[in-house]
């Protein structure tokens, strides 16, 4: 169930955290915190845009084509006195998502598809923190294959094994 189902108030868990769509974005989007790349903190739209100076909006998303169950669109922003201190009062050039369909919306997918996207784009302008990146990916596997080039699907397909086990295990824990 969605929260929005529930007809009860959104009450924001964080000052980041303003919506049910930037709730959404968060599970993928938090991966961009170990990089030099904005995830809108300090705007209305935390969580549900990526940005930094480098960016060029439409190329990147031309270059993505369509993504399952979101739209992405060229975009500014202007952070102010964002807590993770990334470009505060700066006009940057950012891409906005927004989910369009729940059922197919993966954004872990999508982060780690961005992340590949503007590594091959923008090459080293995209810089990671290892220590924060890898804290939010749970091991140094993940930036060290955007480091070296590798496909986002060859990545995905990475964690399949690992996935279906956590599965399985996880059956004899739900209640619902």
Known sequence: ???DATALPWVAPSP????LESATHYP???LFEGTNVSVARGTPIAFAAVGAPWLKPAPLIARLGAVP?????AATMT????GDGKYDGQEIPAVRLRVTDRAVYDPVRLAVVLLCAMRSAYGDELKFDATAFDERAGSD???????SGEHPERIWQGWAAGLGR???ERRGYLLY
């Open 69 to 73: 169950g979101a739209a992405l669109s």
């Open 16 to 19: 980041n955290m303003p919506n």
């Open 166 to 168: 956590f599965e399985k």
């Open 79 to 82: 952070p102010k006195a964002p």
């Open 1 to 3: 169930m969605w929260f």
């Open 141 to 147: 596997r993940l930036r060290h294959a955007i480091e």
């Open 28 to 30: 993928g989007l938090v």
